[in-house]
């Protein structure tokens, strides 16, 4: 007992000596877009630090817990057995002290028969032999019995008293180990609860540096005017390739779909009706762990500027999707559509907006193939968790459909990611024939445009070139992004753009080789799982030099001119 009490405290004791957890600070504060990328990767960076060093801690804690349950188990065990041991003992002194008595009258007897009768003078001094032989037959089996007697006592004696040391041994263990996995434990928690709060902390300074960078980015991406939803009209993407800018070579950067890419794609649902999907199937493959639930037709929910509504005549005046697209293409807006406003609503009890930044609605019902779908599907939403879906979509995703999370940063479970072609694709060119959402005009389009160059998004190499030495200027030295904006526009960071030249000296001056010629661009490495460029590569009179995908988008949506920009994850090069 005693030596498993030992090595159980001393295994708990080994499992709680922890060190320290450090990692590097997070600074909250940018003034650009591409400061906040990477004050973003540097609380990432110290989040992750965060989550490593405290994960022994936290699996350790885990297992003490554990221990702990364990252990207060075998704590009760060993303390009842404690109380039964106790009571033995003292029973056992008690009887002890009556055999003490009997075992110093035994001694003394044996000492005086072994003193004063002679066995020898007794057998010779006898009359009769037989008697003789009887009586030292009798003494030596007296002699025998109190020696027996003495001999047991002793023993009895020596095996108490190690009861007791036993004893006060184990509750000394008992109380130490009781002690130690309390301060152990007590000393873990504290740990793995700063590491908690700390992360936590960095946590919402991620979300504020994202917040910032969105922004900034976000105001030039507003100035495309890219609808969200066919809500908005037809979409006005122009196929580029077939604009002659009057240059060459000329560069362009493709992008694969519009913004925002979560949950249903219009086109997609388009393409997949066309294929024979049904409604629901189209349904279930842009959103996850769902079911279908029918709400009653006849409630109420709140429109803006036009009062209530049952939810029923609201989804009659959606202008979402054309009217001639194929019948399964319709229902599944219809319920994609009614379930967003019951869920925007919170079912009814708020209010919904009419335009495209909720969902188009109009005074009038849209009428035929429309109403049918509809009428259809009266009542249906999409149902998750218990609760109805904010069934959001887009007019185009380009071939490929994020979460939530992977968009805005606060992921819904149902949302998905999802590779939205009839096959696998291992190309751009797998992409153009079998992405469901191919038939949309944006589905494959360079974004922006000046007043020349045939009001196309095409790109001079010298462009091009100050693109490529811009992302190594900040490289080299991070203290001068704020001076990488497009010269075209004014800085918003209140100080001067450097103009190509003055991007050529400065990289120069800081031993690295420009880019005066370009003659190769290409996106060196795509995600196809994923649909996202993993690397761009550039190779010119400055050697060659790769780039992550998205540290290339967001300097080239930086510094490219005019509204010019690569509105995705995923994008392709072209060059005439």
């Known amino acids: 007992m005693k030596i498993i009490i030992y090595l159980f405290v001393y295994s708990l004791i080994g499992l709680f000596v922890y060190s320290p957890v450090y990692a590097q600070t997070c600074d909250p504060s940018c003034a650009n877009p591409i400061e906040c990328r990477d004050k973003i990767a540097k609380c990432q960076e110290a989040w992750n630090q965060m989550e490593a060093a405290k994960k022994p801690h936290v699996d350790a804690l885990k297992k003490m817990e554990s221990d702990i349950e364990v252990f207060q188990a075998r704590i009760k065990i060993l303390g009842a057995d404690l109380v039964k041991k106790a009571a033995a003992i003292a029973e056992g002194e008690k009887a002890l002290g009556g055999l003490l008595d009997i075992a110093m009258r035994r001694a003394r007897q044996l000492y005086i028969r ?181 709400k009653d037709p006849t409630m109420k929910i709140k429109v803006q500027g036009y009062g209530e509504k049952t939810l029923e005549e609201y989804a009659l005046r959606i202008y979402e999707m054309p009217e001639s697209w194929p019948m399964e293409a319709l229902k599944a807006q219809a319920v994609a559509a009614r379930s967003y406003a019951y869920a925007y609503t919170n079912g009814g009890a708020g209010e919904i907006c009419t335009t495209q930044a909720c969902q188009v609605f109009k005074p009038d019902p849209k009428g035929g193939n429309w109403e049918k779908a509809v009428r259809e599907t009266e009542g249906q939403v999409m149902v998750s968790a218990g609760e109805v879906v904010k069934a959001w979509y887009s007019s185009t995703d380009g071939g490929y459909t994020f979460s939530s999370g992977d968009v805005w940063g606060s992921n819904r479970s149902y949302t998905k990611r999802l590779r939205d072609t009839n096959g696998d694709v291992g190309s751009f060119g797998d992409l153009l024939s079998k992405g469901y959402d191919r038939d949309s005009p944006c589905f494959y389009a360079a974004q922006g445009f000046r007043s020349e160059y045939a009001k196309s998004a095409w790109l001079k190499e010298e462009e091009v070139s100050d693109i490529v030495n811009v992302i190594l200027l900040a490289r080299r030295d991070s203290g001068i992004k704020e001076h990488l904006y497009q010269p075209d526009k004014p800085n918003p960071a209140g100080t001067d753009s450097w103009s190509r030249e003055k991007v050529r000296q400065e990289l120069s001056s800081r031993g690295v080789t420009p880019f005066t010629s370009i003659s190769e661009i290409r996106t060196s490495g795509v995600d196809w799982g994923a649909g996202r460029v993993t690397q761009v590569a550039a190779s010119g009179n400055g050697g060659t030099v790769t780039f992550d995908g998205s540290e290339f988008k967001d300097f080239f949506n930086l510094r490219a001119p005019a509204n010019i920009q690569i509105v995705g994850p995923l994008f392709n090069v072209e060059k005439k």
């Open 114 to 294: 072994t003193n004063s009768n002679n066995p020898l003078v007794t057998f010779l001094g006898s009359g009769d032999i037989g008697a003789a032989v009887r009586g030292l037959t009798y003494q030596m089996v007296v002699l025998d019995e109190d020696k027996k007697a003495i001999t047991q006592t002793a023993i009895s004696v020596k095996d108490l008293e190690d009861r007791k040391k036993t004893l006060e041994l184990e509750r000394g263990s008992l109380a130490y180990l009781k002690e130690e996995t309390d301060k152990r434990a007590a000393s873990v928690r504290k740990l793995v609860g700063e590491a908690s709060a700390y992360q936590g902390k960095l946590t919402s300074i991620i979300g504020s540096l994202t917040a910032k960078q969105q922004s900034f980015l976000a105001q030039k991406l507003s100035g495309l005017g890219l609808p969200t939803s066919l809500g908005a009209g037809p979409l006005f993407c122009t196929d580029d390739r077939k604009l002659d800018a009057g240059f060459r070579p000329a560069w362009a950067f493709f992008t694969f779909g519009i913004p925002h890419r979560v949950g249903m794609n219009q086109y997609g649902a388009l393409g997949r009706a066309q294929a024979g999907q049904g409604y629901q199937d189209i349904l279930r493959a842009y959103f996850d762990n769902i079911s279908f639930d029918k």
